[in-house]
Nanobody, 116 residues
Framework: VQLVESGGGLVQPGESLRLTCTGSGSIYRFRTMAWYRQVPGNQRDLVARMTISGGTEYADSVKGRFTISRDNAKNTAYLQMNSLLPEEKAVYYC???????????WGQGTQVAVSS
């Protein structure tokens, strides 16, 4: 199973980015799909999570600015990030947990930089 993130890049403070995570190789759908981010030297922190039924969870710092969504049929997740802050520069990782068996997978990450 592979998760591939895309959509990262360099933006100015206040701008937006949309990340995409595409899963392939699994015969099962994903029970949850989530986005984490990591700054070098720090732990990987949850940004947003979405269940297959549509339940969502967000880090307090991104509520109202970030939106997670999914296309369950395509095993794809999105993260719309608005009003980005310089301190949100990080590598953003996608993770997914299979409905059957509960195995968890991680992508390789996509870099987001926010700078003027």
């Amino acid at each position: 199973v592979q998760l591939v993130e895309s959509g990262g890049g360099l933006v100015q403070p206040g701008e937006s980015l949309r990340l995409t995570c595409t899963g392939s190789g699994s015969i099962y759908r994903f029970r949850t799909m989530a986005w984490y981010r990591q700054v070098p030297g720090n732990q990987r922190d949850l940004v947003a999570r979405m269940t297959i039924s549509g339940g969502t969870e967000y880090a307090d710092s991104v509520k109202g600015r970030f939106t997670i969504s999914r296309d369950n049929a395509k095993n794809t997740a999105y993260l719309q990030m608005n009003s980005l802050l310089p301190e949100e520069k990080a590598v953003y990782y996608c993770t997914a947990v299979e409905v059957i068996g509960g195995r968890e997978y991680w992508g390789q990450g996509t870099q987001v930089a926010v700078s003027s």
